[in-house]
């Protein structure tokens, strides 16, 4: 099997087996590596695909726990979002889009690894700040995560609740992304052979994270996944 395609089932399992165990990562950890394995036009139509199944699974598991209420804000503001960020993904040169990427890791691995403390947010504005940010970040990066997690840790949500409230965000917002990636004609044939070929790792990813998740303290995990996407932001941005 070529070194490749090796690396591709590695960096998914690990991307789903993360997610699967703390409620988020996957888009993160596959988009900080996957560009430069497969360049930016597979990749993020391929990480799309992935994340959209991974969420729809992680979102039967916690669907008792989301409170819709907490984020239709969010997901009306992605909407607008997303296709700025594919259609500004579309036209960016590959190293600035690179860059851009390494920021966002870096700047939200820092953020959640020295556990800053921001103000409790009511406002509903911030609700449609943080989903339009997230939208753009997914449709660009499939990286929508930072700014509803900020988010959702300024409104204090509760553990499970919060795991509930991000898939529920993050299943509707993932629909977004592929639909434009389908208007956009960015899901080629080589994106649906590389889908069809990690599907076997995606699968035991999940069933690994979810076994797991009895044993494994998932915030001793989660800190580790940190340092390491500090590490690969800050080799996108200076490298």
């Known amino acids: 099997m070529p070194t490749q ?47 959209g199944t991974l969420e729809f699974v992680l979102l039967v598991r916690y669907r008792s726990a989301l409170k819709l209420a907490a984020v239709w804000r969010l997901i009306i503001a992605s909407i607008v979002g997303v296709p700025l960020g594919i259609y500004a993904v579309a036209r960016l040169n590959e190293e600035i889009i690179l860059t851009g990427l390494g920021v966002v890791l870096a700047g939200y691995a820092l953020y959640a690894l020295f556990n800053l403390k921001l103000p409790q947010l009511n406002h509903p504005a911030w609700a449609y700040g943080a989903g339009f940010l997230g939208g753009l970040l997914g449709g660009a990066y499939n990286t929508n995560g930072p700014p509803v997690i900020i988010y959702g840790s300024c409104r204090k ?62 915030l001793i995990f989660r800190k580790i996944v940190l340092v390491l996407l500090v590490l690969m932001g800050l080799r996108m941005i200076f490298l």
């Open 5 to 51: 395609t090796l690396l591709l089932i590695a960096v998914v399992y690990f991307a789903v087996f993360t997610q699967s165990l703390t409620g988020f990562g996957s888009g993160l950890i596959a988009m900080a590596i996957l560009p430069e394995l497969l360049g930016m036009q597979v990749a993020a139509p391929l990480v799309a695909l992935m994340c």
């Open 157 to 218: 949500w509760e553990p499970a609740e919060f795991k509930g409230n991000l898939q529920g965000f993050f299943i509707i917002n993932s629909l977004l992304v592929i639909t434009s990636h389908a208007v956009s004609r960015h899901l080629t044939p080589t994106v649906w052979h590389d889908y069809l070929l990690i599907l076997p790792a995606f699968v035991i990813g999940v069933l690994a994270g979810v076994r797991v998740d009895r044993y494994l303290n998932p």
